[in-house]
């Protein structure tokens, strides 16, 4: 109707008027109209020299020379950039991945009102506060075992870790034993004064020989708040890298094969672990630079 002339006004009637009349969307019209394409839309903006599919093939080759398990998109993001040498869109790394099925599972966030702690416990340099914490594993020999850690909260490299069958007081000190004698050359009385150790409520961390000898070292304690895990985050995010990498991972003979599959992660970790806040950076390389500014100062 819209073609026909009115003889009237010796003009066409308007598309306006015709839908009007006859009750039909002006989009439908213009989407009847337009030309039809198989094709699926593309890209907008501009093209890179990597097609989706040579993408998607370096994305599955990084993963697969990867020695961790289920980095997310913005590590593969940051290893395609620093040892391939293939500069795209961390959101295009997101959508391939995706469609390819290589997104690592991950759980629904808990909803939570507004928490107690609020600041941050992240420090400007290392040997400012560590965090301790203790995980629970299991040995077809020894069943249940634990593993007690030191963790640096400005680096977020282990700097000290145990693991054993016993989970008392004397097993939690050892890697911050370990980890006095490593970062500042002996253990004595305070002989790491300044050091904070961040830590939960567990029984071994409230006990009377483990105070005792911390405040000895001249480590200043610092509790996390009860039920705010997230005041213990860094040893706690570390908890989950260890489950996720390795004791989720492997059945363990024995303790001392335990030990020595652990040691090597934690060894791998230090040295190859990337972090996003400080810039998908090695741990090795953070805590040299840092150590290299602290010595220039």
Not at 60 to 84: D, M, N, P, T, W
Not at 90 to 96: D, E, P
Not at 98 to 103: I, S, T, W
Not at 229 to 252: M, S
């Amino acid at each position: 109707m819209s073609a026909q002339v009115s003889p009237a006004m010796a003009r066409r009637y308007p598309l306006t008027m015709v839908c009007e009349v006859t009750g039909v969307a002006r989009s439908s019209v213009y989407a009847a109209a337009a030309p039809s394409s198989l094709e699926p839309p593309a890209k907008r903006g501009p093209k890179t020299p990597h097609t989706d599919a040579e993408v998607l093939g370096a994305i599955r080759q990084v993963i697969g020379e990867s020695r961790f398990h289920g980095e997310g998109y913005r590590k593969i993001h940051a290893r395609l950039k620093v040892l391939k040498g293939i500069r795209v869109g961390a959101k295009r790394v997101l959508r391939l991945m995706r469609q390819a099925g290589l997104l690592a599972p991950v759980r629904e966030p808990r909803r939570r009102g507004n928490v107690v702690h609020d600041g941050t416990i992240v420090t400007s340099l290392p040997e400012q506060m560590w965090g301790t914490d203790a995980a629970r594993f299991q040995t077809e020999a020894e069943d249940w075992c634990w593993f007690f850690f030191a963790i640096d909260h400005c680096v977020g490299d282990i700097v000290g870790w145990n693991a054993s069958k016993s989970g008392n007081r004397f097993e939690a000190l050892l890697p911050i034993q370990a980890a006095v004698r490593k970062c500042f050359g002996s253990v004595g009385p305070d002989v790491a004064r300044g050091l904070k150790l961040r830590m939960d409520h567990g029984p071994q961390y409230t006990s009377d020989d483990f105070v005792g000898t911390v405040k000895y070292l001249g480590i200043g304690l610092s509790y996390a708040f009860v039920q705010e895990p997230q005041c213990n985050g860094i040893a706690e995010r570390f908890v989950r890298t260890l489950k996720d990498q390795v004791l989720h991972v492997y059945r363990f003979k024995d303790l001392t094969e335990a030990k020595r599959i652990i040691g090597e992660f934690i060894e791998r970790f230090n040295r190859e672990w990337r972090m996003e806040r400080h810039g998908y950076r090695t741990l090795a390389e953070v805590r040299a630079s840092l150590q290299e500014q602290k010595g220039a100062a």
